[in-house]
């Protein structure tokens, strides 16, 4: 997918979503693990035990189904950050490696669903679209893919909330990284506008 492609996803209405190849940092999976899943569970309230990853799984692929086409799931949900697999079978490209616009899209549904499970928990009705993504490609991805968001914090929603009441709307930056085989293989950074249920 070369740079300045448009393209439209079924995650929501998307513009100029973009793609390039660059030198990415050496980090593995359990690197990551160990920086979203433990040392930021304290950045956001334990609101959690009532979403369960299967059920934000379970909506994904009724409302997105791509997503199920691409065998995506929703393998964790913390509050602050999600972890999204996605099997290379399912997102072959013609190299016999993980087809590009998969990369970017698991990057996406990562911080869609982070965004989405925090409203959930907060029983807040919105509609959550993404306006805008960038994924930059380091290597191919030879394996099955891996997703993480880097951990929203209290601040963060706070500030998503508050711009929520006050207007009606909201929007927000997220980043995950996608790993292959436990290496950084890409980084897809999404905006997302949460619209209020009314508004939307």
């Known amino acids: 997918m070369g740079a300045g492609r448009k ?33 930021a ?17 379970r909506y994904l692929h009724e409302q997105i189904p791509i997503t199920a086409a691409m ?6 949900f913390s509050g602050p950050s999600v972890r999204v697999t996605a099997p290379l ?21 990562a911080g869609w669903a982070v965004l989405w499970g925090n409203f959930r928990i907060r029983s807040l009705p919105i509609n959550l679209v993404i306006a805008h993504t960038e994924t ?8 099955d893919l891996v997703a993480v968001t880097r951990p929203l914090g209290d601040k963060a929603i706070s500030e998503l909330l508050l711009a929520l009441e006050q207007f009606g709307k909201a929007r927000t930056n997220v980043t995950a990284d996608i790993f292959c085989q436990d290496q950084l293989v890409a980084k897809s950074t999404g905006t997302f506008v949460a619209l209020a249920a009314s508004d939307a």
């Open 7 to 39: 393209a439209r996803l079924d995650a929501g209405v998307t513009r100029n979503a973009r793609a390039r190849v660059v030198s990415l940092p050496s980090c593995t999976t359990s690197d990551y693990n160990r920086l979203s899943f433990t040392a």
């Open 136 to 143: 930059e490609m380091g290597r191919p991805a030879c394996g």
């Open 89 to 109: 079978a399912a997102n072959l490209n013609h190299q016999q490696s993980a087809f590009g616009g998969s990369i970017s899209t698991v990057g996406i549904v």
């Open 71 to 76: 065998e995506i799931e929703v393998a964790e």
């Open 41 to 57: 569970a304290t950045d956001l309230d334990r609101r959690t035990s009532d979403l369960d990853s299967h059920e934000i799984t």
